[in-house]
């Protein structure tokens, strides 16, 4: 079964540039949720997204926003882009196993740099 | 959101077990307790989850105090492989999302 993947791997871009990152989950997943990793503030939460539907969503300003497709598959989109923006981005996969969701599977990241 | 505190970093010896501690004092009665370790230049992933018994599976074990206030991650025979930064996470049963709340974690060094 492959991984969770996600594209592209780096990316660089301009302040006030945006930019949209892929993940495609596990086969058969319908979760996807999307986190923030800096050295300052670690790993935070974004949003989560079900059977194309956002179920929760983290404490960050409405330039982040995604979408999920209904192949599961998933984009985050960032506008409007600062240079604080630079971030791991992280997306995770899982789905129901009877009532309970099972663990997050994670990709490998995206790289974004701000410059 | 419930919070756990980990010691920031711990050092250990390859073969030698490993104790990883976790406080989780204001865990509530609907908490499992999951850990996530993240080795260098990977995502997360997953190790281990319990809700009140200890739990053991290939990667490691996991000890839950009787008041479920803290627990302890236990690898039996660390290697070099196992150096990541592992976290503690408390996680509803009854979930309405896949939403995992990190905090900083425990950075694990292990020595040859």
């Known amino acids: 079964k492959a991984g969770v993947t996600q594209t592209p791997r780096y990316l660089i871009k301009t302040r006030g540039q945006q930019v949209t990152l892929s993940c495609s989950p596990i086969s058969g997943h319908r979760s996807v949720s999307w986190y923030q990793q800096t050295p300052g503030q670690g790993l935070q939460f974004l949003f989560e997204?079900?059977?194309?539907?956002?179920?929760n969503k983290g404490n960050f300003p409405g330039r982040f926003s995604g979408r999920q497709f209904s192949n599961s598959r998933s984009e985050m989109n960032v506008s409007t882009l600062e240079l604080g923006d630079s971030a791991l981005y992280l997306c995770a996969s899982s789905d129901y196993r009877g009532s309970q969701l099972t663990e997050a599977f994670f990709g490998q990241g995206t790289r974004l740099t701000v410059v | 959101d419930a919070k756990t505190t980990q010691p920031n970093s711990m050092e250990s010896n390859e073969e030698e077990p490993v104790h990883l501690p976790c406080n989780h004092s204001t865990i509530s009665g609907t908490d499992y307790i999951h850990w996530y370790r993240q080795l260098p230049s990977q995502g997360p992933e997953y190790v281990i989850h319990?809700?009140?018994s200890n739990v053991n599976n290939r990667m490691a074990s996991l000890a839950i105090a009787e008041d479920r206030k803290s627990s302890t991650l236990i690898l039996h025979r660390a290697t070099l492989r196992d150096a990541a930064v592992y976290y503690c996470?408390?996680?509803?049963?009854?979930?309405?999302?896949?939403?995992?709340?990190f905090g900083q974690g425990t950075r694990l060094t292990i020595n040859p």
């Open positions: 319990g809700l009140t």
């Open positions: 997204y079900f059977s194309e539907t956002q179920r």
């Open positions: 996470i408390l996680n509803p049963i009854i979930q309405g999302a896949q939403k995992l709340v």
